[in-house]
């Protein structure tokens, strides 16, 4: 009888975790053996049990995912990773191919397609979510580093990061404009141009930025 395969979840949020363990615990072949909440905790979680693949967030506290990923390349190579994110710019696919990442699985993919990812990540193969740019992939794969863009972050204003870091902290368009003393049109114009430099197009996913970058905590 073939032993089932043996998959680690990292994801700080608990919902998500707890539905990620019921959707892999689901399929006959698969057996969460461990979870973490934080980057620091995934690291450990895969060394103590090495298992064939880890499902990692990119957007961790304490260790942020990109970091985790390298971490647990260098202790444990053997096991396979998919970076789960809600990140599409193609600076963080770039980033988490490099640090080790074998897939790449946007957080907005159904049932089939993460299901997808980890099976096509065990048996060998790379697995990125088709919404990932194909430039991005094939630039990645035949190693054309010049292809790697200019950070989203790079391009943001003073300003549009100030209005990030309040974004992350929970602050509404009113007290965002209050606290700045600028117009609430004027806010909700920074909030439009930040969703279309970072590519994010929800308050959680600004946030998520925002905590990678060390602007907040969660």
């Given at each position: 009888?073939?032993?089932k395969?043996?998959?680690?979840?990292?994801?700080?949020?608990t919902?998500l975790?707890?539905?990620l363990?019921?959707?892999?615990?689901?399929?006959p072949?698969l057996?969460?053996?461990g979870e973490?909440?934080?980057?620091?905790?995934?690291?450990?979680?895969?060394?103590?049990?090495?298992p064939?693949?880890?499902l990692?967030?990119?957007?961790m506290p304490?260790?942020d995912?990109?970091?985790a990923i390298?971490?647990?390349?260098?202790?444990?190579?053997?096991?396979?990773?998919?970076?789960?994110t809600v990140?599409?710019?193609?600076?963080?696919?770039?980033?988490a191919l490099?640090a080790g990442?074998?897939?790449y699985v946007?957080?907005?993919a159904n049932?089939?397609e993460?299901?997808?990812?980890?099976?096509?990540?065990?048996?060998g193969?790379?697995?990125l979510?088709p919404?990932v740019?194909v430039q991005?992939?094939?630039?990645?794969?035949?190693?054309?580093?010049?292809?790697?863009?200019?950070?989203?972050w790079e391009?943001?204003t003073?300003?549009?990061r100030?209005?990030l870091k309040l974004?992350?902290?929970?602050?509404k368009?009113?007290?965002?404009?209050?606290?700045?003393?600028v117009?609430?049109?004027t806010?909700?114009?920074?909030?439009?141009n930040?969703m279309e430099?970072?590519?994010l197009?929800?308050?959680?996913?600004?946030t998520a930025?925002?905590v990678?970058?060390?602007?907040?905590?969660k």
């Open positions: 009888m073939r032993r395969w043996r998959i680690v979840i990292a994801e700080d949020y919902i975790r707890e539905g363990r019921a959707l892999i615990s689901s399929n072949d057996e969460v053996v973490a909440g934080d980057g620091k905790e995934a690291i450990l979680c895969v060394e103590k049990h090495a064939d693949l880890a990692v967030d990119l957007s304490r260790t995912g990109m970091d390298r971490e647990i390349k260098s202790r444990c190579p053997d096991t396979k990773i998919v970076a789960l990140h599409k710019a193609e600076e963080y696919v770039l980033a490099e990442a074998n897939g946007l957080k907005d049932r089939a993460l299901m997808m990812a980890i099976q096509t990540v065990l048996d193969n790379s697995y979510s919404a740019s991005v992939i094939e630039g990645y794969l035949e190693g054309k580093k010049d292809l790697k863009p200019t950070s989203s391009t943001l003073k300003r549009e100030q209005v974004i992350a902290e929970g602050q368009n009113k007290e965002i404009a209050d606290y700045l003393c117009s609430v049109k806010v909700e114009k920074h909030r439009a930040l430099k970072l590519d197009h929800s308050a959680s996913a600004l930025f925002a990678e970058r060390g602007l907040t905590t």
